[in-house]
Protein backbone atom coordinates (compact mmCIF):
# COMPACT_ATOMS: atom_id res chain seq x y z
CA UNK A 1 0.00 0.00 0.00
CA UNK A 2 1.31 3.45 -1.13
CA UNK A 3 0.17 6.57 0.91
CA UNK A 4 0.53 10.23 -1.19
CA UNK A 5 0.16 13.66 0.63
CA UNK A 6 -1.87 16.19 -1.53
CA UNK A 7 1.34 18.22 -2.00
CA UNK A 8 2.79 16.28 -4.16
CA UNK A 9 3.75 17.75 -7.48
CA UNK A 10 4.42 15.01 -10.76
CA UNK A 11 5.40 15.51 -14.18
CA UNK A 12 2.95 14.85 -17.13
CA UNK A 13 4.85 11.23 -16.88
CA UNK A 14 4.74 10.94 -14.08
CA UNK A 15 0.81 10.79 -14.09
CA UNK A 16 1.07 7.65 -16.08
CA UNK A 17 3.02 5.89 -13.15
CA UNK A 18 1.41 7.10 -9.96
CA UNK A 19 -2.15 6.16 -9.54
CA UNK A 20 -2.49 8.37 -6.23
CA UNK A 21 -1.62 11.55 -8.07
CA UNK A 22 -3.89 10.93 -11.01
CA UNK A 23 -6.85 10.57 -8.49
CA UNK A 24 -5.93 13.36 -6.35
CA UNK A 25 -5.25 15.59 -9.08
CA UNK A 26 -9.03 14.31 -11.28
CA UNK A 27 -10.54 15.72 -7.73
CA UNK A 28 -9.03 19.53 -8.04
CA UNK A 29 -10.02 18.87 -11.67
CA UNK A 30 -13.84 18.74 -10.70
CA UNK A 31 -13.54 22.29 -9.12
CA UNK A 32 -11.24 24.07 -11.54
CA UNK A 33 -9.74 22.02 -14.81
CA UNK A 34 -10.78 22.26 -18.59
CA UNK A 35 -12.38 19.96 -20.65
CA UNK A 36 -8.74 18.98 -21.62
CA UNK A 37 -7.30 18.18 -18.16
CA UNK A 38 -10.24 15.50 -17.99
CA UNK A 39 -8.94 14.38 -21.03
CA UNK A 40 -5.40 13.84 -19.01
CA UNK A 41 -7.01 11.44 -16.17
CA UNK A 42 -10.08 9.55 -17.18
CA UNK A 43 -9.72 6.79 -19.39
CA UNK A 44 -12.21 6.91 -22.65
CA UNK A 45 -14.50 4.24 -21.02
CA UNK A 46 -14.54 5.97 -17.78
CA UNK A 47 -17.41 5.08 -15.52
CA UNK A 48 -18.93 7.18 -12.95
CA UNK A 49 -20.95 5.06 -10.77
CA UNK A 50 -22.27 8.30 -8.72
CA UNK A 51 -23.96 9.46 -11.63
CA UNK A 52 -27.57 8.70 -10.53
CA UNK A 53 -28.66 12.18 -9.37
CA UNK A 54 -26.08 13.65 -12.29
CA UNK A 55 -27.40 15.64 -15.43
CA UNK A 56 -27.72 13.04 -18.52
CA UNK A 57 -25.09 14.57 -19.97
CA UNK A 58 -22.91 13.04 -17.64
CA UNK A 59 -23.88 9.78 -17.68
CA UNK A 60 -21.96 9.06 -20.77
CA UNK A 61 -18.70 7.03 -20.41
CA UNK A 62 -15.01 8.68 -20.48
CA UNK A 63 -13.78 11.90 -20.12
CA UNK A 64 -16.80 14.12 -21.48
CA UNK A 65 -18.86 12.73 -18.64
CA UNK A 66 -16.72 13.42 -15.77
CA UNK A 67 -16.42 16.93 -17.13
CA UNK A 68 -19.89 17.31 -17.46
CA UNK A 69 -20.21 16.41 -13.84
CA UNK A 70 -18.24 19.13 -12.95
CA UNK A 71 -20.08 21.41 -14.95
CA UNK A 72 -22.71 20.76 -13.26
CA UNK A 73 -21.32 21.20 -9.55
CA UNK A 74 -19.56 24.42 -10.76
CA UNK A 75 -22.55 25.99 -11.75
CA UNK A 76 -24.78 25.96 -8.14
CA UNK A 77 -21.76 26.43 -6.27
CA UNK A 78 -18.83 28.90 -6.30
CA UNK A 79 -15.85 28.79 -4.93
CA UNK A 80 -15.63 25.19 -5.69
CA UNK A 81 -12.98 23.86 -4.07
CA UNK A 82 -11.63 20.22 -2.31
CA UNK A 83 -9.17 19.63 0.40
CA UNK A 84 -7.30 16.31 0.32
CA UNK A 85 -6.81 14.63 3.69
CA UNK A 86 -5.16 11.23 3.03
CA UNK A 87 -5.09 9.14 -0.28
CA UNK A 88 -4.13 5.43 -0.40
CA UNK A 89 -3.57 3.19 -3.33
CA UNK A 90 -3.15 -0.90 -3.54
CA UNK A 91 -2.58 -1.82 -6.75
CA UNK A 92 -4.98 -0.54 -9.10
CA UNK A 93 -6.97 1.03 -6.27
CA UNK A 94 -7.01 4.29 -5.14
CA UNK A 95 -8.95 5.79 -2.37
CA UNK A 96 -9.35 9.72 -1.11
CA UNK A 97 -10.62 10.93 1.52
CA UNK A 98 -11.37 14.52 1.01
CA UNK A 99 -13.82 17.58 2.30
CA UNK A 100 -15.37 19.22 -1.19
CA UNK A 101 -16.20 23.39 -0.15
CA UNK A 102 -18.69 25.81 -1.43
CA UNK A 103 -20.78 28.04 -1.77
CA UNK A 104 -24.84 27.74 -3.20
CA UNK A 105 -25.24 30.44 -5.29
CA UNK A 106 -27.45 29.47 -8.28
CA UNK A 107 -29.69 26.60 -8.28
CA UNK A 108 -28.90 23.23 -8.30
CA UNK A 109 -30.70 20.17 -9.88
CA UNK A 110 -31.00 16.39 -9.15
CA UNK A 111 -31.93 14.03 -11.60
CA UNK A 112 -33.66 10.34 -11.35
CA UNK A 113 -33.75 8.24 -14.10
CA UNK A 114 -32.79 11.64 -16.43
CA UNK A 115 -35.37 13.62 -15.52
CA UNK A 116 -35.48 16.80 -13.21
CA UNK A 117 -36.44 14.87 -9.52
CA UNK A 118 -35.62 18.13 -7.10
CA UNK A 119 -34.31 21.71 -7.76
CA UNK A 120 -32.35 23.42 -4.38
CA UNK A 121 -32.58 27.64 -4.65
CA UNK A 122 -29.57 29.32 -3.91
CA UNK A 123 -29.22 29.62 -0.35
CA UNK A 124 -26.40 32.11 -0.72
CA UNK A 125 -24.42 29.40 1.94
CA UNK A 126 -21.15 27.63 2.30
CA UNK A 127 -20.43 24.48 3.44
CA UNK A 128 -17.59 21.82 4.28
CA UNK A 129 -19.08 18.19 2.70
CA UNK A 130 -16.77 15.13 4.10
CA UNK A 131 -16.13 12.55 1.06
CA UNK A 132 -14.70 9.47 0.05
CA UNK A 133 -13.80 8.77 -3.63
CA UNK A 134 -12.65 5.28 -4.85
CA UNK A 135 -10.93 5.08 -8.18
CA UNK A 136 -10.11 2.03 -10.07
CA UNK A 137 -6.77 3.17 -12.56
CA UNK A 138 -6.08 1.48 -16.03
CA UNK A 139 -3.33 1.79 -18.09
CA UNK A 140 -2.70 5.07 -15.83
CA UNK A 141 -6.11 6.88 -16.08
CA UNK A 142 -9.04 6.34 -13.87
CA UNK A 143 -11.31 3.69 -15.58
CA UNK A 144 -14.21 3.58 -12.63
CA UNK A 145 -15.40 6.10 -9.61
CA UNK A 146 -17.42 5.80 -7.36
CA UNK A 147 -17.54 7.69 -3.77
CA UNK A 148 -19.65 8.01 -0.43
CA UNK A 149 -20.63 11.81 0.16
CA UNK A 150 -22.61 13.10 3.75
CA UNK A 151 -25.18 14.83 1.51
CA UNK A 152 -27.47 15.05 4.95
CA UNK A 153 -24.03 17.00 6.62
CA UNK A 154 -24.49 19.41 3.58
CA UNK A 155 -28.58 19.56 3.25
CA UNK A 156 -28.07 20.83 6.49
CA UNK A 157 -25.34 23.34 6.24
CA UNK A 158 -27.37 25.17 3.20
CA UNK A 159 -30.71 24.68 5.35
CA UNK A 160 -32.45 22.66 2.49
CA UNK A 161 -33.33 20.70 5.88
CA UNK A 162 -35.10 21.21 7.88
CA UNK A 163 -37.04 22.81 5.33
CA UNK A 164 -39.25 26.14 5.69
CA UNK A 165 -42.35 26.59 4.22
CA UNK A 166 -40.81 29.35 2.08
CA UNK A 167 -38.33 27.26 1.31
CA UNK A 168 -40.40 24.61 0.01
CA UNK A 169 -41.94 26.83 -2.01
CA UNK A 170 -38.97 28.21 -3.65
CA UNK A 171 -38.37 24.50 -4.30
CA UNK A 172 -41.54 23.56 -6.16
CA UNK A 173 -40.83 27.17 -8.10
CA UNK A 174 -37.53 26.26 -9.06
CA UNK A 175 -38.26 22.76 -10.04
CA UNK A 176 -41.19 24.27 -12.54
CA UNK A 177 -38.55 26.71 -13.94
CA UNK A 178 -35.79 23.98 -14.42
CA UNK A 179 -38.39 21.44 -16.42
CA UNK A 180 -39.29 24.09 -18.92
CA UNK A 181 -37.99 23.76 -22.10
Excluded: C
Excluded at 60 to 68: D, E, I, L, R, T
Excluded at 94 to 121: E, K, L
Excluded at 138 to 152: P, Q
Amino acid sequence: MTAHSSSAAASASALQADPITVAVRSIHAMAAGDRADFDLFYHPRAVDRENQVQPPSSRVPGPAGFYSAALWLRAAFAGLHYDIHHAFADGDLVAVNSTMNGQHVAPWAVYDDGAVDTVFPPTNKTFAMTQSHWFRIEDGKIIEHWANRDDLGMARQLGWIPPTPAYLFKMARAKRRAKRP
